[in-house]
């Protein structure tokens, strides 16, 4: 068995020189050896979003081994590195120029003669010529001490008409009348006591809390409410359990900002707020493939999404780097796509060092998720990203691909042969049987089936694909497919598959696998690509419009129900600006929170597209997350300011009210930029 060390015994500098500072870009790694003995025969392993490109070229050492943002160096042969000197390997060939500092690699092991891997420290990547202190943790948004509104409430409601002050009660004594109110009022106890366990929101009148009767009313939407106040005490009606909590969260966040801020915010003696969303879908996409959260992160996070107002949340599950839920009939998927390390599989990707690091959410993980988002009005929408992202699930399963294909294709991640085949049987028999097992976890009845980023060269050394096009396209279109074998694919444009072989591959896999799920009553989710061929039933299917506004924008006119989430803004793992020593990623673009929230995700839409428009939703993308106060500072305060446009009418958000409020917003993890 092999042994890890984990005392840091080696010291890794990475260094990026960008364009126009020397003739070409160039990525340098520096290996210090802190011991006092020599270190030979040898190669050192990094891993983080940044990747080599296999084409680059290579000083001082030798690229051995690249998948995807995993690289294997070699130094020279007979190359001793002594105790307290440094090597240097050079790589000029990126498949992305590093923007960030979060780009870099950010985990590193040195694996000796004898496989032994030990673990090395990493310094954040440094770019040439720029000396700014690196920033982690949420940016502090200070409450001030006159706010532009007199109650604090995010997202901001429809109709608010209050007067008068109270002093601000202890704490709010529930009353509720019936068994949906009595429902709505244990949910917001949980609530609260997860996210502010020791303010005691909720108390009996006993220990000074103000009363608040509870009642179901008609006359309102699903999700509206109706805070009404008096010197007596408050009335909180709706015609849902989702809508009376609420109402109860509204008034949580008044009585916090009353009771913190005594000198900006009061708590109403008279008046009433009226409230309802401006849309349906408000949610918040989570990938857990990149990096691993915890059953507690997970639930933690869908406080802070009820919190927010937020509605769905989108549980991506699997993707090229790991797969995360239990599937009964298939244990391998968790018992190797789970779990990355030296040696497995799935080689130390995206920060993961040489042990054995992952994780997956068993089925009774998932039920109690599940029944926890439900009880806060959160639907969870479950991703199986298929056809392509699978390079995990298909080392688990490797029947999934033909066993006549020869050579490789790339994914733009880099991942090779990350497809499974859509003309084989067995794809279909094993996708049933796991859609089954899920279905029976997720009562929402969508499953997301992916369908985003497929290579252009996906498939094209299968015979068994290849085949079926023939039969499908006829001989030129195999042909000209069959000719994009081993063709390096892996920057922007290698999953522009329009009018592809792959895209009609897709196609036909696609019509296949939504007519399985709409025959067990399910709506198929999947990102825009799912439209390529136009052969899914749009009245079973919602699409996620992730490239632009104005693809979106297209497809709603074309009848599919869409989800706006630009990656030019609503990815929050985009950073906050175009600084280096911001964290985060580039390549779709920026967005700080004003311009996050200021951003109209419908601008130039139609009439008879907005009848399409079921929302919108920010996504999180882990690649930069192992540091969870980067987490933080990307989340946070962009996830509410989406939830302030996916719930506020657009003509009464104000940006300048926002920022004076979400300060009292809670955060995940609790770690804020140093002032």
């Known amino acids: ?84 000197e440094s090597w240097t390997v050079k790589a000029l060939g990126m498949s992305y120029h590093p923007k960030h500092w979060t780009d870099g690699a950010n985990a590193g092991y040195v694996v000796l003669s004898d496989n032994d891997a030990v673990s090395v420290s990493v310094a954040p990547t440094r770019a ?60 917001f106890k949980a609530l609260t006591e997860g996210l502010f366990p020791v303010e005691g929101i909720v108390r009996p009148a006993a220990e000074g809390g103000f009363p608040i009767s509870l009642s179901l009313a008609d006359g309102f939407a699903p999700e509206a409410y109706n805070v009404r106040f008096s010197a007596a005490g408050v009335a909180v009606s709706g015609s ?7 109402g109860l969260i509204t008034l949580g966040q008044i009585l916090r900002g009353a009771r913190l801020h005594p000198e900006t915010f009061l708590f109403p003696a008279a008046g009433e707020i009226i409230d309802e969303p401006a849309l349906v879908w408000r949610g918040v996409h989570l990938d857990v493939a990149r990096q691993f959260y915890a059953t507690a992160e997970i639930e933690h996070f869908l406080r802070i999404l ?60 998932i039920r109690e998720i599940v029944a926890q988002a439900a009880s806060l009005g959160i639907e969870v929408i479950p991703e199986i990203d298929v056809p392509g992202h699978c390079y995990a699930m298909l080392q688990a399963i490797p029947d999934l691909r033909d066993p006549g294909e020869v050579g490789s294709f790339y994914s733009v991640q880099g991942f090779p042969v990350n497809c499974i085949n859509p003309a084989r049987e067995q794809t279909y028999r094993v996708l049933e049987t796991i859609f089954d097992e899920l279905i029976e976890l997720f009562p929402s009845k969508i499953i997301h089936i992916g369908a985003d980023e497929v290579p252009l060269g996906a498939w094209s050394g299968s015979p068994e694909a290849l085949a079926r096009l023939r039969d499908i396209s006829g001989e030129a279109v195999a042909a000209a497919h069959a000719a994009r074998l081993n063709v390096i694919t892996n920057t922007h444009g290698a999953d522009e598959i329009d009018g592809s072989g792959a895209a009609v591959l897709q196609a036909e896999f696609l019509a296949r696998v939504q007519a399985f799920l709409a025959s067990r009553g399910c709506v198929t989710g999947g990102w825009q690509e799912a439209a390529h061929g136009n052969v899914i039933d749009k009245g079973r299917s919602l699409l ?37 020593s911001e964290p985060g990623a580039s390549w779709a673009g920026w967005s700080d929170p004003e311009k996050l929230y200021t951003f109209d995700p419908v601008e130039g839409w139609s009439d008879a597209q907005k009848k399409h428009l079921l929302g919108v939703q920010c996504c999180i993308w882990s690649e930069p997350m192992t540091d969870r106060g980067v987490f933080d500072r990307l989340v946070f305060p962009r996830l509410s300011a989406l939830a302030e446009t996916g719930w506020t009418q657009p003509q009464r958000k104000s940006f300048q009210r926002f920022e004076a409020l979400v300060g009292l917003m809670p955060i995940l993890y609790g770690i804020y930029a140093e002032q």
């Open 1 to 84: 068995m092999m042994a890890i060390a984990t005392k840091a015994k080696y010291q890794l500098e990475t260094f990026w020189v960008p364009e126009g500072q020397e003739e070409s870009p160039v990525y340098a790694l520096r290996l210090t050896n802190n011991t006092d003995q020599p270190l030979e025969n040898f190669t050192l392993c990094v891993s983080g979003p940044a990747r080599i490109d296999p084409a680059a070229s290579v000083e001082g050492g030798t690229l051995l081994k690249r998948l995807s943002n995993h690289a294997e160096f070699a130094p020279p042969e007979g190359f001793v590195l002594r105790p307290g």
């Open 128 to 187: 040439k010529g720029d000396n700014a202190a690196l920033t982690r943790g949420a940016v502090i948004y200070p409450v001030p001490n006159v706010a532009p509104v007199s109650v604090s409430v995010v997202p901001w409601p429809n109709a608010v008409s209050v007067s008068g002050r109270l002093a601000p009660p202890a704490g709010l004594d529930l009353r509720p009348e019936g068994g949906e109110a009595a429902a709505a009022v244990r949910a």
């Open 240 to 246: 849902t359990r989702t809508g009376l909590l609420y």
């Open 306 to 365: 009820a919190w927010n107002k937020l509605n769905r949340f989108h549980w991506h599950l699997s993707d090229d780097e790991a797969w995360r839920v239990e599937i009964d009939a298939y244990p391998a998927l968790t018992e190797i796509g789970a779990w990355r390390g030296h040696g497995l599989k799935i080689p130390p990707l995206l920060g993961s060092g040489p042990q054995v690091t992952g994780g997956y959410y068993s089925k009774a993980a």
């Open 544 to 580: 996620f419009g992730w490239r632009t506004v104005e693809a979106s924008a297209a497809l709603a006119g074309e009848g599919y129900d869409m989800v706006v989430c630009p990656g030019q803004v609503y990815y929050l793992d985009m950073a906050n600006s175009q600084a280096w």
